[in-house]
RNA sequence: GCGGAAGUGGUGGAAUGGCAGACACGCUAGGUUGAGGGCCUAGUGGUAGCAAUACCUUGGGGGUUCAAAUCCCCCCUUCCGCACCA
């Protein structure tokens, strides 16, 4: 028999027919298993770059299945978002119809691709059946003053013409569009995820099955530093400038002061200043340059003397005051010390303006008496020098007593500051959830009832960004009265950024339909966390951290009682092809259509999971694709052999042929399931069962019996079922199966096949060991201590102790595990 | 600059201290075929040799070990994340 297109269709059909895949939430006979794929925005087609996700949650989902769990598998659709708003100007086309068509189109490649999903539970989150429900969720946070609305410099792209979170800003450059970013003072929607920064970093030590690289990812971005804040008094007036350091220890070698221009305290400081004309020159000189976020490699540092001086709480020096272009001001209080000595930023700019360098930590590479001539900040740990009390002591003591020191006299107090900002969640767009508020006149901000939800994405037929939402445009959209007064207000016309969406989706699976909550939490807890999530590391910071969050806050609400929704994570590798990733514009998507309508569902999916290890990068290879066509003509052509051999009984299995084919049965059981319980090793399994399907083949010319070679070919198929599902539906039936593979249960290997066989090792051992032998490890420590070994002591140690391993080189054993 | 991952045949990759190159692609030869494709058989890291075989070989250099792709030290290269975060 061969693989046809045929096949695929009719187990299709009978999948689809028999509801295979549904789940019943209520229903927990079995243990959950909840397996989600991170869902697709529905852009265009889906090409096999794409499918490497979708596939190797299909294999999870199938072989969880097998293994007697009750599988969950989900999909759904991030439907909001810029994309089609682009589309929609490019092409006149209303986004939701640019949507829904990308949808149906991507739900039908879908389903060619065979996989097991429950699709009762899609959800969309354009409809408005899901977004009234990421209202609710802002309405929550709102409540709970996690949803608030405050002027600040924000992230401005001029080709989107709207905000970005700092996750949507790659490199200074519109994550979207490539477009530079700007600093722009706007007043928008923040969501205070930085009230969690802590127990998001700790809980990170949770994640034990995540990927080693993703929590790093965190961590970094979470950015938690531990310091001092030091108040600095200004000579001659009644004013204190709080500078955040992680380095106390070098204290005593701060000489001046740097204030970022919008620091609070610059307008007082150069207020009577003779220079004041050209400092304020400086600062509008410095505001139009600030606007950029990146800093390229020759960004200069620039600043200016505002004419006051700073008292070094320490030494009681008076030092100077600048105001500097390269102090950040949305880290810390915008005001930072300066250690030239041992900060090579601030070593830069006191050459540059000739200011004092005064080093306080020895540099042991550095010969005593050169300070002078230093060509550049130390930066590392040693002991302190023209430090007073403190000298003599290592800066990482001295970080202690001079904090103990500053705190007991009231000079600074000890702080921890993370790098982590809150989340901006408004847009100046269209496509997207409106934010349920309302600006009244008499009573201000007023947030809508959870009963007047949703608030209606009102029509509209243009989309071209003008900076401000469309919705502003919407007469009727606008007017509203208020909900606490009645008195004519307006609406809020930002819509939400698509992660608000998707940062919940995975609790609404568990009750798509339910129009009166959320999520059912009862069902929610029972189903949640999800035990495997499976996508690309692009989301390590953004998706994966929002929704990180959210659950959190959530479990704090007491509407569930977790507070990690993904239990484990595996973020899979790009394909690639021609030395890029698969894209449209570069013209090298490779479509699954195609090869589907070639080869057969099951040749895509075998080759995806074959090309190599899933959360490595893969390189496409066209010719290589034969290859998984050509493995599954052959295994499936060993249902025809099976015909021709004779029968036999059990007992009279003798040939050696047949010892090593069980063998390898069980070898294969063994091992692949090894693979997949580990971290889904997809390659190196379906090697494992080619090697199967060869020794089969070679068993033939040497004699076997029909029991033994139907049992290796039947064991190619269920081991091979989740990778692909209808050549292994068709197979499984035509050996007589009466069972769908799918309710067999995955093989166990029985021990006893799996031994090695220890007896004739020790003739192989031509009398003596190596004549130096040191034995490592296991072997008994007289042997050891003797350094050689006679035969009879070898045959004595594996008998009396049946080794696990002995090995030997070129007939002599050089070790003997046990 | 900081953090991380990786470097193995013509190619994708196996092997996490035990005979490197499993499995697959490609290639070569032979068979089958009207031809092409498909399929079957054999071969396929390098050098020398008719051959058995010998020597060399996991980015480079050193070390530990009876034994190193694997462990340790130094260096080189590539990719990824963060980046004037004080």
Redesign the pocket.
């Known amino acids: 028999m061969a693989y046809t297109k045929e096949i695929d269709k009719k187990w299709q059909r009978i999948w689809q027919d028999s509801n295979a895949f549904r789940v019943r939430v209520k229903d927990l006979k079995r243990p959950k298993y909840y397996c989600l794929v991170m869902f697709p925005y529905p852009s265009s087609e889906l090409h096999v770059g794409h499918g490497r996700n979708y596939i190797i949650g299909d294999a999870v989902a199938r072989y969880k299945r097998m293994r007697g769990y009750y599988v969950l598998s989900p999909m759904g659709w991030d439907a909001f978002g810029l994309p089609a708003e682009n589309q929609a100007i490019k092409n006149n086309i209303h986004p939701r119809e640019w949507t829904l068509r990308n949808i149906k189109k991507i739900t039908s490649q879908l389903k060619s691709w065979g996989m097991s999903y429950d699709w009762e539970r899609e959800i969309t989150t354009c409809f408005p059946e899901y977004y009234r429900w990421t209202q609710w969720l802002f309405l929550q946070l709102y409540k709970k003053g996690l949803a608030y609305r405050k002027e600040a410099p924000v992230n401005w792209c001029r080709s989107c013409q709207t905000v970005l979170a700092?996750e949507q800003?790659?490199?200074g450059k519109c994550e979207r569009c490539s477009t530079e970013v700007l600093l722009k003072n706007l007043k928008q929607w923040f969501f205070k995820i930085t009230d969690y920064s802590q127990r998001l970093l700790d809980d990170l030590g949770k994640l034990k099955n995540w990927p080693?690289?993703v929590r790093?990812?965190q961590e970094?971005?979470i950015?938690r530093?531990i310091?001092v804040s030091i108040k600095f008094p200004v000579d001659g007036l009644s004013q204190e400038i709080d500078?955040?350091?992680?380095?106390p220890d070098t204290i005593f070698g701060a000489t001046f002061l740097a204030l970022?221009f919008q620091h609070p305290a610059v307008s007082r400081i150069i207020d009577d200043s003779l220079q004041k004309e050209a400092i304020l020159d400086f600062i509008e000189e410095v505001k139009k340059e600030e606007p950029l976020?990146?800093?390229n490699?020759d960004?200069?540092?620039k600043g200016i003397f505002t004419g006051k001086y700073a008292v070094n709480p320490m030494t009681g020096k008076k030092i100077p005051i600048w105001v500097a272009?390269?102090?950040?001001?949305?880290?810390?209080t915008?005001?930072?010390?300066c250690?030239p000595a041992h900060?090579s930023?601030?070593f830069?700019f006191a050459k540059k303006y000739g200011l004092d360098i005064s080093p306080v930590i020895e540099d042991p590479n550095q010969e005593q008496g050169t300070f002078e001539q230093l060509s550049q900040a130390y930066q590392g740990q040693g002991k302190l020098i023209n430090s007073d009390d403190f000298n003599g002591l290592d800066s990482e003591a001295a970080k202690e007593k001079i904090s103990d020191f500053m705190e007991t006299k009231g000079i600074g107090i000890r702080q921890i500051?993370f790098?982590l900002r809150d989340w901006l969640v408004s847009r100046q767009r269209y496509w997207g959830a409106p934010i349920p508020i309302v600006y009244c006149p008499d009573c201000g901000e007023v947030a809508l009832d959870e009963g007047d939800l949703p608030v209606l994405l009102p029509e509209a037929d243009k989309f071209l960004p003008t900076g401000r939402s469309p919705l502003a445009d919407n007469e009727d959209f606008i007017h509203i009265n208020c909900p606490k007064c009645g008195k004519e207000a307006q609406r809020e016309t930002d819509t939400m950024d698509t992660f608000v969406d998707s940062s919940w989706y995975y609790l609404r699976y568990i009750s798509p339909a339910n129009n009166q909550v959320a999520f059912d939490s009862q069902d929610v807890n029972r189903w949640l966390p999800v035990d495997q999530y499976i996508g690309g590391?692009?989301h390590?910071?953004l998706h994966l951290l929002y929704s990180r969050f959210i659950t959190k806050f959530l479990a704090d609400q007491k509407i569930i009682d977790f507070d990690e929704p993904f239990e484990r994570l595996f973020t899979q590798g790009m394909i690639v092809k021609d030395g890029a990733k698969m894209s449209k514009s570069k013209g090298n998507v490779v479509a699954p259509d195609y090869i589907i309508d070639k080869y057969g569902a099951d040749t895509m999916r075998l080759y995806i999971l074959?090309?190599?290890?899933p959360q490595?990068?893969?390189?496409w290879?066209d010719?290589?694709l034969?290859?998984?066509?050509?493995?599954l003509?052959?295994s499936l052509?060993l249902i025809d052999m099976l015909k021709s051999l004779r029968e036999q009984s059990l007992e009279d299995l003798s040939s050696s042929a047949e010892k090593q084919l069980l063998r390898k049965i069980h070898l294969t059981i063994h091992e692949v399931t090894k693979d997949l319980e580990g971290d889904f090793?997809f390659?190196?399994a379906?090697?494992?069962i080619?090697?199967l399907?060869?020794q089969t083949?070679?068993s033939v010319s040497v004699g076997i019996s029909k029991n033994t070679f139907f049992q290796a070919v039947d064991t190619v198929f269920l081991l091979l079922s989740p990778f692909t599902p209808h050549v292994s539906e068709e197979a499984n039936s035509l050996l007589g199966n009466k069972e769908s593979i799918f309710d067999r249960s995955w093989p166990e290997a029985k021990p006893e096949f799996l031994k090695k066989e220890e007896v004739e090792i020790g003739v192989l051992v031509n009398g003596k060991i190596?004549e130096?032998?040191?034995?490592?490890?296991n072997c008994p420590k007289e042997e050891v201590e003797k350094n050689a070994l006679s035969l009879p002591k070898i045959e004595k140690i594996i008998s009396e102790n049946s080794p696990k391993?002995v090995?030997?080189?070129?007939g002599k054993i050089?070790?003997i595990?046990i």
């Open positions: 700092n800003v790659v490199e080693e690289r790093l990812m970094n971005w950015g530093s310091g500078c955040f350091t992680t380095r970022n976020l990146s800093y490699a960004f200069e540092k272009n390269y102090i950040l001001s949305g880290y810390g915008g005001a930072i010390m250690v900060d930023r601030d830069d500051n790098r590391v692009e390590a910071i074959f090309i190599g290890p490595k990068e893969a390189i290879q010719e290589a034969q290859g998984s066509r050509r493995f003509q052959r052509r090793q390659n190196t379906i090697s494992r080619m090697e399907v060869n083949y070679k190596k130096k032998m040191k034995i490592s490890l391993k090995i030997y080189v070129k050089v070790n595990v």
